[in-house]
């Protein structure tokens, strides 16, 4: 029998039919399915599911979306351990195979799978290998809105923290997968999560061809530039510097790129001198970190850019210089005497005429540098107390001629 025979139209049964439905489920609201669901046990969970069903399957996008919502809205709601490992399956499977639907729906799923990964306590054996390959390999995380990119790198994040033995037998597809998902994020919102995620990832996967690509995609952040929009937000310059540093140095084979950026940014004019303060802090971890023969090759470069900061006429001796001329003469003497002696007969060569000429009013800051290389060990103090000396003296006739 036809439905328009009764005098009712198919668009007005299908309204009477999920009014019935969600009386059926939700008779006083929530709480009330709350109650039936976890407090009494009334009604099953597939059961609920069951009932939704139709919705889910109706040729209304907002029928369906509206449904979606509300079955994720209820998971949501769940206790942690109230899903049994079989039925958070069933759920994964079903909100992964709803991420290729229309933007509200999927970002509806998006939320479902971000509580049950990060807030289930019955995790299924193997979940983690589909979720990866169906969120992030197949997905396209750069194209969500910052809201939803933010729970996907949490679902991310803790599978670095609590699967990472699982997830390591990926090796190179893993940072490979990584590296297009982050890539191209610039929001301050995401970024801590990135720095953090990329430690792991750094420290945990074979990296291979890959390591110079894994290494740029935060090296483009370098120098921060950002200015916080409140005083009250949790997210500052410093938090996003210290964050971007400890991924620079995070591997060995970081090194040569590393050493590159810092010579990129200490000879760029762009660069403000409140930047390559910046450069000099990262050379000051980088030559404490890295393996003191690195640094070898670049050591003409790194001490004029310490230089060029710590000679800056308009304005005093920032700390970072002598941190980092100090991590670099400690790395080199480490590195043997031919190279201590190296930076001595540089840093000599390179700070003789801001001693000599007084006049330019910077022999007290450049003392004080040669000074801070020399507390490095007996070779290097001789070698540069050699020289300093005549200065000094050759100054103070100056003064009484």
């Known amino acids: 029998m036809r439905l328009e025979s009764r005098g009712i139209s198919p668009r007005g049964r299908l309204f009477d039919y999920i009014v019935h439905l969600q009386n059926m489920s939700t008779t006083s609201g929530d709480s009330d399915l709350y109650q039936r669901l976890v407090v009494d046990r009334s009604l099953a969970l597939s059961d609920y599911l069951e009932l939704k069903k139709p919705l889910l399957f109706s040729q209304s996008d907002d029928v369906r979306e509206a449904t979606l919502s509300e079955i994720v809205d209820t998971v949501c709601s769940l206790p942690g351990d109230f899903l049994t490992r079989e039925q958070v399956a069933l759920l994964l499977d079903f909100l992964l195979g709803r991420l290729e639907s229309s933007p509200v729906a999927a970002s509806h799923a998006v939320r479902g799978i971000h509580h049950l990964v990060t807030n289930s306590q019955n995790h299924p054996e193997g979940f983690e290998k589909p979720l990866l390959q169906i969120m992030f390999i197949d997905g396209n995380v750069q194209g969500w809105d910052v809201e939803k990119r933010v729970l996907q790198y949490n679902v991310l994040e803790w599978l670095l923290l609590y699967r990472l033995q699982e997830l390591k037998p990926l090796g190179s597809n893993f940072v490979l997968m990584f590296i297009k998902t982050m890539g191209g994020e610039r929001h301050p919102r995401c970024l801590p999560m990135v720095f953090r995620m990329f430690v792991i990832v750094a420290r945990s996967f074979p990296l291979g061809p890959l390591v110079e690509d894994l290494f740029e995609v935060i090296a483009c952040y370098f120098p921060i530039e950002f200015k916080q929009a409140s005083t ?13 540093m400890k991924c620079l140095v995070a591997h060995p084979d970081f090194a040569p790129f590393c050493y590159m950026l810092i010579e990129e940014k200490f000879t760029d004019d762009d660069c403000t001198p409140e930047q390559k303060e910046d450069t000099c802090e990262l050379l000051a971890e980088a030559a404490s970190v890295f393996p003191p ?9 790194m001490l004029g850019g310490v230089r060029i900061v710590g000679l800056n006429p308009k304005g005093s001796l920032p700390d970072c210089v002598p941190r980092a001329l100090s991590a670099v003469t400690n790395a080199l003497n480490s590195a043997g005497s031919e190279a201590v002696v190296k930076l001595g007969s540089q840093l000599i060569e390179n700070l003789e005429p801001f001693v000599l000429q007084a006049e330019m009013g910077l022999t007290e800051r450049a003392l004080a540098l040669l000074r801070c290389a020399a507390q490095a060990g007996p070779a290097i103090r001789s070698q540069i107390y050699d020289h300093v000396t005549p200065w000094i003296l050759m100054l103070v006739q100056g003064t009484w001629m």
């Open 293 to 301: 023969e690195e640094i070898v090759d670049h050591l003409e470069s």
């Open 232 to 244: 009250d937000s949790p997210i500052t310059k410093q938090l996003l510097a210290e964050g971007c």
